[in-house]
């Protein structure tokens, strides 16, 4: 099926909002990437569903993301279907210290309504960008929480269009990774099981936090968020600096001057850009230190 014969038949399917030839730097918080085919946006559950089991069904590759917080879009952008999880599948309920979430809820969203009922132990995810069904996916984690700490049970659709629900038991959360990346499962809604705080205490919590964020990162530029990741036994921003790769620069990339484990679009960057910067801090280190980086972000598309 070309993808003039996809466009005709998902055009009627109330699959939700749906974009062609779309940008994918107005999708990822790097503000890089080439155009993908289509963008399908459900809003609903079944929406969702509907959209990947066309997808299956009739052999069209297609991809789901979230609010693209650690993805790296190539410059020739993305064939098929990107399915994004995100504005409109995002509905939050709260029933005593048990929170409800939709996949495509902002972290920064379920901080504030978890605030709001002065529940504590999820501070440390308030600061980090990217959806909770992204959260789920790698396992994010900061200041010594990570959502494997959080989270009672996943509702996950299957390889066979299933929709199953685990409990976090039988998630196999690891350092940034989960049964999620491991099966190619689809993230739908998030149990979380939290503790009843003191509001004030939770807010200062997440204030704190927050100013660490501002400080030592470089949230004023567009990124992936932490570039590589953290090698054992090392540090990848400390063996960067140690490197003396901070504010190296190609083109409209650059180690940042801030904290040497991000690389940010400091310039109008594109992926080429990014991956030369990648490729010649990975050589630096292993040269210097015998240590290889591996990419925590994700890099997908076409060049």
């Known amino acids: 099926m070309n993808m003039e014969e996809i466009r005709n038949k998902i055009e009627n399917m109330n699959l939700g909002k749906i974009l062609y030839n779309e940008p994918m730097k107005n999708h990822t918080t790097f503000k890089i990437g080439g155009p993908a085919d289509i963008v399908i946006i459900p809003t609903t559950e079944e929406e969702l569903i509907k959209s990947v089991k066309f997808c299956r069904e009739n052999q069209v590759e297609f991809m789901i ?24 599948f995002n509905a939050i309920k709260i029933e005593n210290t048990t929170v409800f979430c939709e996949a495509g809820a902002l972290l920064s969203e379920v901080s504030n309504a978890v605030l709001e009922h002065s529940l504590q132990n999820f501070e440390f995810a308030s600061g980090i960008p990217g959806t909770i069904g992204g959260a789920i996916t790698m396992n994010a984690g900061a200041y010594g929480g990570e959502m494997k700490d959080v989270v009672a049970n996943v509702r996950v659709l299957d390889n066979d269009n299933n929709v199953r629900t685990y409990e976090t038991k039988d998630m196999n959360f690891r350092y940034r990774n989960s049964r999620v990346g491991d099966e190619g499962l689809i993230v739908l809604s998030i149990e979380l099981s939290l503790e009843s705080g003191d509001y004030n205490t939770i807010d200062e919590k997440i204030k704190e936090l927050t100013h660490k964020r501002k400080s030592k990162q470089p949230l004023e530029f567009p990124s992936g968020g932490s570039t590589f990741k953290r090698p054992e036994g090392y540090f990848a921003g400390k063996l960067i600096e140690d490197s003396g790769l901070c504010g190296l620069r190609h083109r409209g990339a650059m180690v940042s001057d801030k904290h040497c484990g991000f690389v940010i679009n400091k310039d109008n960057a594109n992926c080429s850009d990014v991956l030369h910067l990648i490729s010649v801090i990975q050589k630096v280190v292993k040269d210097k230190y015998d240590v290889v980086l591996e990419t925590e972000i994700k890099i997908i598309g076409e060049d």
Not at 65 to 88: A, C, P, T
């Open 65 to 88: 993301m979230g609010n693209g917080s650690n993805l790296l879009v190539k410059d020739g952008g993305i064939r098929g279907i990107v399915i994004k999880i995100g504005e409109g």
